[in-house]
């Protein structure tokens, strides 16, 4: 919260946590917006529209092209701010929503003044609700109080959407920026309440490792697979089979974030994959039972389920399918209606849902077959193929499936089985083929049967692991942590999420993944056939890959940069966002890394990320997004102040990290740039050493003989220089002219930075 003006904010408890005494209790959209301003100042919005035209009122269509504004006065950079606004309000309303439907099941179930308890190690918790709101949760009344601000927030951010509202792009950037940091705030809401409510594991590094994979499922148990990332209703359904002894005789398993929640209350669940393998598993008929919530689920599962034989449980308001609601009704007649009368059904309590969930699939797995088509099959269907190509040309993936189905029907499976991996499984290669060829069935006779093993969601990181990590990361002899996040939207598959993690675990990175991400690292083997997850230690510390869970635990990556800042630097948390972003942003060398980013909630946790300091690096597909974040290195205003003489820098100061929001088009080139944007401006020579012989390494590795063109900006002395490539970096220097420069001792972009004098005041 901005330190400029006086602001005090008392805690009671109560229905309405927040008393105001003073004129801003909590900080709304303009309270952080110098901030964003400054970050926007460095970091320049670039827009790439998909259409030179607004056709958001009934003035348009207006042609906003060379200079041109629409009737109500807007350019097109305005235009596109707004429109990143609204996916970015989007993904927040996702989150929020989610966390308001939770949290409210919790407190009926358990009662609002139900304790939270993460655990002896998790001394500092929520993070980000501290650094926002001034809040520290103790119960779960708080984090209803959180979500509240969180959908007033929501409603002003709309609101500037409106047609003849906001009028300047740097301010639709600040709002969605504001959207971004609510975003997280919620994610953490959420992601706490479940784990005091469903008592999942908390202060445990090394929790389980599960199975992951279709493969893993038993087909021979009725099956009753969970699609989303609100865990309620398939939580139930695991209550409801443990008491009444039925966990070992039915089959759960989940897709997307819900697979990696229902894995951290049952040990006997499994998980099939990530979003891309939805259709697929759909269509290959092995669940009895689906149960979809919310989220990131596609909007033709009653259809895909009926072609499957499945069951079809809906159980959230944001997606009904225009099914009957039945939630009022008994569990048996609900019973009666899906297994007698074949009805697909929306049950809005989570645990009635649960329970008919059960027992619709103990009833009806008997007298269904669950046969996968064979190779024979399968070939005689593609031979159907008349090599027309349209499927490829409606790849959205660019991936020669004709050719590969054409192949395979000659008797060539390699090509086939190759495209599988890198396929989306969205089905459009069959909307277009004319001769109705089923091309994602004809794929069951290639997919490979492996099971895998991913370790399963931790949560928060243990203060303890920060307090080992704080001075090495922030010095710079950890060289960085990296977060693989988002989606599964990837140009060439899940080997290179599993290749970049590996990559940077070897060179003692602190690695973290959650969602889409981690699953998709799970599904690739080594040499040896172990998993990523089974090769690294799980802790936080140089050289750990951890998985702190679904989406929402994404919120506890951000947390772990604040608790660098709060537990290591003791800068206090409570209210004190600026200072903490100031201190991530040039302190803590941190890159998010959303490979397949797809969706509105990934663009929005990616720019909460970017408002804390923290760069995110982009896959191809994201350049559909419309907007980055850029600097222009030299040409910027890289302006700083040195927080130990509260003077301004003189000195050309480096780009670091260089940008906040970028589209990378390879997996070689994004190496080389993560490890570059972990570099950051506090860095001791030692740790600058250490992060430039990793910068260096790996672009001669991937990218050729030679030195990065930017090489030269990071090194401000001859002590900054990597032992190893001493003599020959040198020689470099010394050819394009290069001089050194001053060191910054305590770099801040702010001047409220806290001193001894103030430090008492914010606490």
């Known amino acids: 919260m901005s330190k400029n003006k006086e602001e005090t904010l008392k805690i009671i ?12 209790p909590l900080p709304d959209i303009t309270d952080l917006r110098n901030w964003s301003m400054r970050l926007l100042k460095t970091y320049k919005p670039f827009y790439a529209p998909f259409c030179d035209l607004c056709c958001n009122c009934t003035y348009g269509k207006c042609d906003l092209t060379a200079g041109k504004k629409g009737a109500c006065g807007i350019d097109i950079a305005t235009h596109q701010a707004r429109w990143v606004l609204m996916q970015c309000c989007m993904g927040l309303s996702a989150h929020g929503a989610h966390g308001r439907h939770l949290i409210d099941y919790l407190i009926n179930k358990h009662g609002k003044d139900y304790k939270i308890d993460l655990g002896l190690q998790v001394d500092v918790e929520a993070p980000i609700i501290r650094t926002v709101m001034g809040l520290k949760p103790e119960i779960l009344g ?22 003849g509202q906001e009028g300047h792009y740097l301010d639709f950037e600040n709002k969605s920026l504001h959207a971004g940091m609510l975003d997280l705030l919620a994610m953490e809401a959420a992601d706490i309440a479940q784990i005091a409510g469903y008592n999942y594991p908390t202060s445990i590094a090394d929790t389980p490792l599960v199975e992951l994979g279709w493969g893993a499922i038993d087909k021979t148990k009725p099956v009753i697979l969970a699609i989303g990332h609100n865990a ?41 994959g990530h979003l891309a393998r939805q259709l697929f598993f759909i269509r290959c008929g092995i669940a009895d039972v689906i149960i979809t919530d919310e989220q990131c689920v596609r909007t033709d599962v009653p259809e895909e389920a009926t072609r499957a034989g499945a069951s079809l449980i809906a159980t959230s308001d944001k997606i009904c399918y225009g099914l009957e609601d039945v939630t009022e009704k008994e569990i048996d007649e609900i019973v009666k209606m899906i297994t007698e009368e074949k009805k697909q059904v929306l049950i809005l309590d989570p645990d009635k849902a649960g329970e008919v969930a059960a027992r619709v699939a103990i009833a009806i797995a008997p007298g269904r077959k669950k046969e996968f088509i064979n190779e024979k099959t399968a070939m005689k269907l593609a031979k159907e193929c008349n090599g027309c190509n349209l499927c490829s040309e409606a790849c959205p993936n660019l991936l020669s499936v004709g050719k590969s189905v054409k192949e395979f029907a000659d008797g060539e499976v390699d090509k086939l089985s190759e495209t599988f991996k890198l396929c989306f499984t969205c089905g459009k290669c069959e909307q277009k083929c004319p001769k109705n060829i089923p091309i994602i069935k004809i794929m069951q006779a290639v997919a490979t049967k492996e099971t895998y093993k991913m370790r399963s969601g931790r949560g928060p990181i243990h203060d303890v ?24 939207n990837y140009p060439k598959g899940d080997k290179e999420i599993a290749e970049m993690m590996d990559e940077f675990a070897r060179r003692k990175y602190i690695v973290v993944a959650s969602g889409c991400a981690a699953m998709a690292a799970g599904m690739v083997k080594d040499k040896e056939g172990k998993t990523i997850w089974e090769k690294y230690p799980p802790g936080f510390e140089a050289g750990g890959v951890l998985n702190v869970g679904s989406c929402v635990a994404n919120s506890h990556i951000a947390g772990a940069a604040i608790k660098v800042a709060n537990i290591f630097a003791k800068l206090p948390g409570r209210a004190n966002y600026e200072c903490i972003a100031d201190y991530i942003l040039n302190r803590v060398g941190a890159c998010g ?26 896959g191809p597909h994201s ?15 890289w302006n700083i102040m040195d ?34 944007y972990c570099i950051r401006r506090n860095d001791t020579p030692v740790g600058r050493q250490i992060k430039l012989n990793h910068y260096i390494a790996l672009y001669k590795k991937y990218m050729g003989e030679g030195f990065p063109d930017d090489l ?11 032992m190893f490539f001493k003599r020959e970096v040198m020689d470099y220097l010394k050819k394009i002219g290069w001089k050194p420069r001053q060191q910054v001792g305590l770099p801040t972009l702010i001047n409220t930075y806290p001193t001894k004098a103030n430090i008492a005041d914010i606490k």
């Open 13 to 24: 408890k109560g229905e309405d946590a927040w008393e105001p005494v003073g004129p801003t």
């Open 142 to 163: 708080d984090l209803r109080t959180v979500i509240e601000y969180v959908e007033r927030g929501l409603i002003h951010l709309v609101s500037s959407t409106h047609t």
């Open 232 to 272: 309620a209703p398939i939580n139930a359904t695991i209550d409801y089979l443990q008491n009444n002894n039925l966990e070992d005789k039915v089959e759960v398993c989940g897709i997307c974030c819900t697979a990696h929640d229902v894995t951290r209350r049952s040990d006997r669940a499994k998980v099939v």
């Open 465 to 488: 692991e920060i307090r080992q990590v704080g001075s090495p990361i922030v010095l710079g002899t950890i060289p960085g942590i990296v977060a693989f996040v988002g989606c599964s």
């Open 593 to 618: 890394v959303a490979w397949g980013a797809y969706s509105q909630k990934a663009l929005a946790i990616g720019t909460g990320f970017n408002r804390w300091g923290v760069p995110v690096v982009l």
């Open 623 to 637: 350049a559909k997004y419309k907007r980055l974040y850029l600097s222009r290195k030299e040409e910027d205003d």
């Open 643 to 676: 927080g130990r003489t509260e003077k301004m820098m003189d000195e050309y100061v480096e780009p670091a990290p260089e940008h906040l929001a970028i589209v990378i088009e390879s997996k070689e080139r994004a190496i080389v740039s993560i490890a570059k």
């Open 712 to 722: 030269h900006l990071f090194i401000r002395k001859p002590t900054d220089v990597p």
